[in-house]
């Protein structure tokens, strides 16, 4: 059905799907040959590079409590989709958005849109189309990204004797989220500073892209930092030593009980930071590329040719961590 047929609604009258779709999520098109409106979305394909695709889901009351600001879920559906073209190491090129919505809300509507659409602006990644219907609130998102062929830091490459490296810090997501639970209750001036990393992630995609030739495995910590690392381990059919004191954490997290560090770092979701393999010959690039980001990238333990995840102390000891990371339907 063309939307150009449509005349947009009057003032007050409820929003049609056309209207909505041409309202809130319809640009000119800038890179893509051509955007919303017709069938399909057309992108040029780029000369010796694959074209990197994932798709992300958010579902209320699941992924986000059913009263979160819409701009900062607007950012958020797509940095979590940012952050997964990142751990690829593939540039951001655009992407389609899927939306189930119980209403169409004109206010909710331009706040989701605006804080998607700077994030996108901020990364190049153009919307190009999507599907629109009645329902509970769902996003889903699917990103396209550029890599050079042979480039991609897949998550089977890595290598015994790599080092482990993870960008920024762990836990702070976990953390806010544990005080919006009442599962632990933060002073304001900490969960203030801690929020905007369970509400904005940042997706580390100039990482990603500086990390191609110079990392060897990497992926994005959405789901906890054991079971991520797992997944690079299963692929590359290699085991891991992990000193969990090593783990890079910010002031208002290393104030908190050890117990609780140790499962916000080791097993908190929704930071969205890398963690990436290297050989040891790389860490003085991979020092300067954390300067050049202003970016710490922090040394955590190395991949070892037999399979199992051994955690240790700061003195060397061994230790052990019961929790396990978030699985949809394996974790309440
Ligand atoms: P079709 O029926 O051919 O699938 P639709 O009527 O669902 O097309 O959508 C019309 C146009 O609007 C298409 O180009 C589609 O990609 C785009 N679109 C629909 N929903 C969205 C959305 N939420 N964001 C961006 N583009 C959208
Ligand atoms: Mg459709």
Not at 239 to 257: K, M, N, T, Y
Request: charged share 20%; glycine share 12%; net charge negative.
């Amino acid at each position: 059905m063309p939307s150009s047929s449509r005349a947009a609604g009057a003032p007050g009258a409820p929003l049609s799907e056309f209207d909505l779709i041409r309202r809130f999520f319809t640009r000119p098109a800038r890179k893509a040959v051509l955007g919303v409106g017709d069938d399909c979305a057309l992108i040029e394909g780029r000369p010796g590079h694959h074209l990197a695709i994932s798709t992300d889901m958010l579902v209320s009351g699941r992924h986000f409590f059913p009263d979160v600001a819409p701009r900062a879920l607007g950012h958020k559906a797509l940095a979590v989709n940012l952050s997964d073209l990142a751990a690829m190491g593939a540039e951001p090129r655009a992407f389609t958005l899927a939306l189930a919505l119980p209403e169409a809300d004109p206010d909710w509507l331009g706040e989701l849109a605006a804080g998607m659409l700077a994030l996108a602006d901020a990364h190049g990644c153009e919307l190009i189309g999507g599907d629109t219907t009645r329902g509970p609130l769902t996003l889903s998102l699917t990103v396209l990204g550029d890599v050079p062929a042979g480039m991609a830091l897949r998550r089977d490459a890595a290598r015994p004797g790599d080092d482990i490296w993870i960008s920024g810090t762990l836990g702070d997501a976990r953390l806010a989220l544990g005080d919006c639970r009442g599962e632990w209750l933060l002073p304001e001036p900490d969960f203030t500073q801690v929020r905007p990393r369970m509400d904005t992630p940042v997706p580390r995609v100039a990482l990603g892209m500086a990390l191609r030739g110079v990392a060897h495995a990497a992926l994005d910590i959405s789901d906890g930092l054991l079971g991520d690392l797992g997944h690079i381990l299963e692929r590359s059919q290699a085991g891991a030593l992990l000193d969990v004191d090593a783990l890079p954490r910010s002031a208002v997290l290393a104030e908190q009980p050890e117990a609780r560090q140790r499962e916000c770092t080791l097993a908190g979701g929704d930071d969205y930071e890398l963690c990436f393999t290297a050989p040891a010959g790389a860490r003085e690039e991979i020092a300067a590329i954390g300067a050049r980001l202003g970016l710490p990238l922090t040394r955590v333990g190395n991949i070892t040719p037999e399979p199992g995840l051994r955690l240790v102390d700061r003195e060397g000891n061994p230790c052990t961590y019961g929790g396990s990371s978030f699985d949809h339907f394996a974790s309440p």
